[in-house]
């Protein structure tokens, strides 16, 4: 244990050693050398500077237009410029944020809004004007023309004012969301909500605010605030330019907020990414952030930070998805053309979540375009895609329709193996919705999705399965200060196996989940130093446990209902993030949870002291319909700070509680979608979480990076486990071939990210451990003898590697690499006889471990011509997965061969995997 506390401290050493190294750089250390910079003129020489240097020079043209710069010995660039000034009479003020201002008259501060903004003699509310109009030339933008907010009349004295209001995209009038809003001689800053809403309050007076987002190019707006009042704006979007190639990440929630564990990617970032079959797909690129990992390649569920799949939930649009993957985990069950934006919250998660304790990943759409008629799409050798939206009263209301599809039949149809080609793989999904603003203050959202498999292992067994929901949401926007949402939830998911392997056992079996849902959440900021949250949620959940049935007349399995589960969560929750500080702040959240199970039921009493089996049920206890069976109360808490060591580096701290009311049953390592849900009832607990987490983040100022080092450590208690041999397919009594029990991780996160340039993109390295606990005073009811051991998705290291290099416009190339340790197995370790009979002797759970993993994946992307007038645009990206044609084992496996028992290999891709892909959408390349 020392030598990981060392590890860790000298991470966290080194992590600030490297940010102070970045944030010592200033302008005032500029050296300037005369072989670089004499004889330019004056053009030349701001031109390279602001190149180098991330800096910016505003003066008018005139003055300077003749002036030759003449460097005869190296010489700081603030001595060069007072040597200057005095020799042209002319005047300079360093602002200290790297901005130089020059005029023929003193300056100081104060004189910045006279000599370099230029005022509205009309006042303006709006900012809806989507040119970029600038009335001071220079050679970066440093404002556009000022607004006014609010009037004289309306201002109240001695008081600061709210501004709110909404940021578009001017190219399609969606929200812009993550948008960060900030006055930088302030210090005060705000990030738009999900509909591009956003609130803060600033002092009266002339302020400069920039508006900055991952998509669009950066805004800056000269604002006169005179009361309260509106700015709505639009934001550009932004040309890919060799410079400007933005990865991902946000600098406000790296280092100013008290988010930790916060990853959010946007599908535009990760289109180039090389990936399986050449689906751009952000839940696989999501395995390539730090503390993310799964069982296995084309497995389903996400392991993230130590905790089982089931201990993740999956959001679209609000709408709960239980299966999250297609054809069992080679795709995602989320069309890429219809995504906005993705959020993965795995550390502080916010109080407004709640029923699962590892993470939550939260799936915005698109709002459609509200101007003019878009589509888009992509097909590759095994798949189409098709994303269309219009606007349906434009400015007003938009519907859009993405469809996705599989055709990989014919794939299957040339394999020599009679039994492959006599199978079927095929899914599709659909995601549709309508907006429809009402005035400025209301927005009504309807929204759908689908995804349905069908699959055929010809002399098998046959799958189908699928998930639907839908949400209606309503955004109220109800002053300046405060909103309010109110959505409605649907969501099912169901699956049948059809088991023709053996005729005589021949079967079918369904299984379903329903949920309904009904939350509220109102915002509110009183002003830039708190952000109140608060709002109720309430879920009925309806689940038809199993129906096993016959498959053919010839079948001597009975028929089997396993009966219905039903149970109402309610919860209530209420957070602030409170700036109490410039340099300190700090988030509270509380949620009280409210679960009730619900019969009609059978209850089972045991035996004291004995284990749960139908031998030693003393008593039956039965329930009627909607009568309450067991109600647990329990309050979840969040708890985090941020302290601003420098405006670019942070130290951050959080704890949090959560409980978990449902769970899967699954005794496999990876999760299929024949995996049922279970809620917690009379007799098993739900699950009890709590995550304790530090850590160091930087965005260093003149770069495009973002370094963050995070350490976390939680516990688990009523963690849910399976009985050796446990089979949970007809498990009619639950409790019987259950356990439950304890789980510990702990581990380390360190992430670079370069956001910008010809070469960008991110590593990141983890080590954990993850191990489970299953102790009682019953022999029968312990695992591994009541030993920990580390749970099947503990895998201590983990290195990934995302690099894209843009050579022009139209020819890049991106590249992954991946490894990971190998996960836990359980082997046989040896022979005995009893009585004369042959056992097979295991090993200690979890006791050894598969070959490590590694893999090098490429791809090439070409773009097509960039002519401005074009109907249609289109690229190409060939992808190379697996480019090494590395064995990687996905399990190993025993046969008993004359008398022997030999181990086998499985891999799932031993072969480089092809694949190329056409993507295509109406307009130019910028549209």
Known sequence: MNRSVKVILSFIVLMILLSLSFNSYSQKNIVLIPKEYNGLNWSQFVEKLENHYHIRFFYEDD??????????????????????????????????????????????????????????????????????ENY?????????????????????????????????????????????????????????????????TVPKGLHILTASSIEQNEKKITIDVRSEGTLNFFMEKRLVSLDEVVVTGDSYDNVRSTSMGLERLAIKNVKYIPQMFGEADLLKVALMLPGVQNTGEASSGFNVRGSPSD????????????????????????????VEEFKLYKSNIPAEYGGRLASVFDITTTEGNKQKFSARGGISPIMARLFVETPVQKEQSSAYVGFRSTYSDWILKRVQSPDIRNSRAGFYDVVTGVNYKIGDNHQIELFGYLSSDDISFSTLADYKYENIGGSLNWRYRLNSKSKFNLSTVYSRYWFEEAN??????????????????????????????????????????????????????????????????????????????WKILPYFTVYGGLRFNNYNFLGGQNVYHYENNSPFEEETIIDTSFYKNGEIVKTYNSFDFRLAMNYMLTTSLSFKASVNSLHQQLFQLSNTISISPTAKWKMADYHIKPLEGYQYSVGVYSSPDATSLELSTELYYKTVNNLVEFKNGADLTLIEIPETEIVQGDLKAYGIEFMLKKKSGRLNGWLNYTYSKSEARVQSPIIENEINYGNPYPTNFD????????????????????SNVVYNTGKPVTYPVGIYYLDGRRIINFSGRNEYRLPDYFRVDLSVNVEGNLKAKKFAHGSWSFSVYNLLGRKNAYSVYFKNEDGKINAYKLSVFGAPIVTLTYNFKFGNYAD
């Open 500 to 577: 023709h392997e053996v005729a005589l056992n021949a079967f079918r079996h369904q299984f379903e989940i329903d949920n309904y849902k009904l939350k509220g959440v109102l915002n509110f900021i009183p002003n830039n130093n708190h952000n109140i949250s608060t709002g109720f949620e309430s879920t009925f959940y309806s689940i038809q446990r199993g129906k096993h049935m016959p498959l053919a007349d010839q079948s001597v399995v009975s028929a089997i209902n396993l009966g219905s589960e039903n149970s109402i969560e309610n919860a209530l929750f209420v957070s602030d993030e």
């Open 795 to 814: 895998k201590p290291h983990a290195f990934n590697l995302v690099v894209n290099y843009k050579f022009n416009r139209r020819f890049s190339i991106s």
């Open 136 to 200: 001071l030339k220079t050679n970066n933008d440093y404002a556009n023309r000022t607004i006014i907010i609010g009037s004289r009349k309306k201002a109240k004295n001695g008081k600061k004012c709210t501004i709110s209001g909404y940021v578009r995209s001017s190219e399609n009038n969606d929200p812009i969301v993550g948008c960060t809003i900030y006055i930088k001689k302030l210090g005060i800053g705000a990030v738009t909500s999900s509909s591009g809403y956003f609130s803060i």
């Open 63 to 132: 003055i300077l237009s003749k002036q030759v710069v003449s460097i005869k010995d190296s010489i700081s660039l603030n001595d060069f410029l007072e040597m200057e000034m005095r020799n042209t009479n002319l005047h300079f003020l360093d602002d200290g944020n790297g901005n130089y201002f020059i005029s023929k008259s003193e300056i100081s501060n104060y004189d910045l809004s006279d000599l370099f903004i230029s005022d509205e003699k009309e006042p303006e509310i709006e900012d809806n004007d989507k040119t970029n």
């Open 311 to 338: 201990q993740t939930q999956f959001f679209i649009n609000n709408v709960p998805i239980y299966n999250t993957s297609h054809l069992f985990g080679f795709f995602s069950a989320f069309n890429s053309d219809v």
